[in-house]
């Protein structure tokens, strides 16, 4: 065991200092624009989901509704800039002629700018770290519809952000029982109750609904008591 450890090759490393340097000019470049044109804007929601949702699909005309009741409360709305549910939120929103933002990333498939956000908003990233930073600072809550990894994704690091305080406590909501509650019920059983990996008080930071009306109702209760601000 220990001759073939000994034996392997060095990898080869190509990258450059050069090009490292100008990365972290890139890198910084998005940051500046985004909390520029963010910070701007005023109070957001940000709404998740799948980019393969299409129209006439029941989450899809959800997600347009509670965008659209959102945006009648005085929220922007923030999505991923793509088609599926980020296209349905942005809908909505410009339906209540509020104000829809797309911070859109470049990837090889699925991800071209949707038709529904204000030329204003369009932000576009190369960093999806960058872009998760926008989803953070400026959003006032979080709508996790149904969706892949993506999804999950921003699903798991929002609730670590707030689990661990490195952000206001700001409202968390998933929309869609059949589809969360495979997930909700394996962190209660596994993760909580027989691996001890989280508090009840975390599993207690996510709010699961079905419909508009309970979605809209939760923020608007959440924010007669508490301060609309950047969260970080």
């Known amino acids: 065991m220990n001759g073939t450890l000994k034996n392997l090759k ?3 490393w190509t ?14 470049a998005e940051f500046v624009e985004g909390f520029e044109s963010l910070a701007k804007i005023g109070p957001c929601i940000s709404i998740f989901g799948s980019a393969r949702t299409k129209p006439g699909n029941r989450y899809y005309e959800l997600a347009q509704e509670i965008s659209r009741r959102l945006a009648e409360e005085g929220f922007g709305i923030i999505t991923g800039g793509g088609p599926g549910v980020m296209e349905a939120a942005n809908k909505g929103a410009q339906a209540a002629h509020g104000k ?3 911070a859109n990333i470049t990837l ?8 529904f956000i204000d030329p204003d908003k369009r932000l576009n990233f190369d960093y999806f770290f960058v872009r998760k930073v926008m989803f953070t600072k400026y ?6 519809m149904p ?6 994704d921003e699903f798991f690091e929002v609730a670590t952000l707030i689990q661990t305080k490195k952000m206001e406590e700001t409202p968390m909501v998933l929309v869609g ?6 997930l909700l019920e394996w962190i209660r059983t596994v993760m909580m109750e027989k691996e001890s990996n989280i508090n009840p008080q975390d599993l207690g930071l996510l709010k699961l609904f079905d419909t508009a009306d309970e979605v809209v109702e939760y923020f608007r209760v959440f924010y007669t008591t508490n301060k609309l601000r950047p969260n970080f």
């Open 10 to 12: 060095e990898r080869d």
């Open 139 to 144: 959003s006032q809550g979080f709508v996790m």
């Open 147 to 152: 969706g892949g990894f993506g999804t999950m």
């Open 15 to 28: 990258e450059t200092r050069a090009h490292s340097s100008w990365q972290i000019f890139k890198i910084m």
């Open 177 to 182: 029982r059949e589809y969360w509650s495979g």
């Open 108 to 115: 090889p498939h699925e991800q071209n700018p949707n038709d």
């Open 100 to 102: 829809s933002v797309g």
